[in-house]
Structure formats: C-alpha cells, structure tokens
T-cell receptor, first 112, second 108 residues
Framework: DSGVTQTPKHLITATGQRVTLRCSPR?????VYWYQQSLDQGLQFLIQ???????AKGNILERFSAQQFPDLHSELNLSSLELGDSALYFC???????????FGSGTRLTVV | GIQVEQSPPDLILQEGANSTLRCNFS?????LQWFHQNPWGQLINLFY???GTKQNGRLSATTVATERYSLLYISSSQTTDSGVYFC??????????FGQGTELSVKP
C-alpha cells in the first residue's frame, strides 16, 4: 500500500455521462497530481494542486475539472465522456511541489 | 517542459540476464525518479536519484545530472521484473513529463 488511495478502482460508464474520481493523498502530503494513461498516449500529466490551489496544468481537456478540498483529498470530474476517455487515471501525491511522487493504484475507466 | 527520451523502447530478456535502461532529459533537474509499472498497472517507485548512484537489491540507478541522463541497471533479472519502466525527471515549476517507458519482458 503506497498510502495514496484512489476510488473507485474500476468504473464502467456510457458515453455522454459524468463521473468523479477520488484521491486521498499520503498523510502529510500537500500536493496532488492527476495523470491519464491511455494505450496510445502514455502517461499524460493533467493537473496539480498544492494545499488546495491549482499549481500547474497539463493536457487537461475542458470537459475535465479537478479540485482539492480543505482535507487535501482531490476529485477529478470527467464529463460528456467519450470512448477515447477510456484510460487508467492515476493520482500521485508529494509533500511539496518538487517531488518525490507516490502513486495510487489508479482508477480504470471504461467508456462504452 | 523537460523532454524525456528512454531507450530501448522494448527489451526481452532471459531470466538471469542483466540489463541497462537509459533515460535522457533535456534540461537541468532537481530530482529524478524511476518507476516500475507492473503488469497489473501499479506504479511502484524504485529510486529517487537526482545525482550519484543508489542500489536496492538487484536494482541500481545512476544519474549524471551534468550530462542529463540516468541509467537503471537490473541484474539477474526475474520474471517479476517484467513490466514498463518509466523515468520522471523534474525541476521546480516545470510540467511533469514521463518518458515513454521501456517495456521489459523477462522470459523463464
């Protein structure tokens, strides 16, 4: 157990729907990062939060949004889902903003 | 952001063989991590190594920051070493860019 908890582990949903992925960082870590891993794109950085505020943005679609709450857990919201959004979504956490990163076990999203 | 290039992209080994994986990066970094993604998809941190050499059992890593590369050595490979190995070099304020990984398959 890495200490980073992601729920749910698996999610199957239909196109056009909206889902929320949840991440609880390791105790003491203030930064949360979201990554998307699809078969043809590798590990893509989506967004980073530090202590509740957005810190860096990567290749995150406008249909996706995220936030970090006062208790430091984070949620990634994916809306108007398309088949191409099927992927493994990872959350990572770190103490500060320059690593080291610990990853959760991921949420496998399948859009049908 | 930092550009990352890993080589080789694929590697097939017989159990017991040794291997060296390479990670080249385009900019100076504060730190670098090596990860192993096992066949079940889990990303396991192997090393934090901004510079120098570290060893953990059959695995060791060396980063030469001034020359912008890092090496991961796997000795006496086992089937459980199979999976994809990623490096993640980073510096403060930059986007976090993973390499494309090296897919390792160890045959019994």
């Amino acid at each position: 157990d890495s200490g980073v908890t992601q729920t749910p582990k698996h999610l199957i949903t239909a196109t056009g729907q909206r889902v929320t992925l949840r991440c609880s960082p390791r105790s003491g870590d203030l930064s949360v990062y979201w990554y998307q891993q699809s078969l043809d794109q590798g590990l893509q950085f989506l967004i980073q939060y530090y202590n509740g505020e957005e810190r860096a943005k990567g290749n995150i679609l406008e249909r996706f949004s995220a936030q970090q709450f006062p208790d430091l857990h984070s949620e990634l919201n994916l809306s108007s889902l398309e088949l191409g959004d099927s992927a493994l979504y990872f959350c990572a956490s770190s103490v500060g903003v320059t690593g080291g990163y610990t990853f959760g076990s991921g949420t496998r999203l399948t859009v049908v | 952001g930092i550009q990352v290039e890993q080589s080789p992209p694929d590697l097939i080994l017989q159990e017991g063989a040794n291997s060296t994986l390479r990670c080249n990066f385009s900019d100076s970094v504060n730190n670098l991590q090596w990860f192993h993604q096992n066949p079940w998809g889990q990303l396991i941190n192997l090393f934090y190594i901004p510079s120098g050499t570290k060893q953990n059992g059959r695995l060791s890593a060396t980063t030469v920051a001034t020359e912008r590369y890092s090496l991961l050595y796997i000795s006496s490979s086992q089937t459980t070493d199979s999976g994809v190995y990623f490096c993640l070099p980073y510096n403060q304020g930059g986007k976090l860019i993973f390499g494309q990984g090296t897919e390792l398959s160890v045959k019994p």
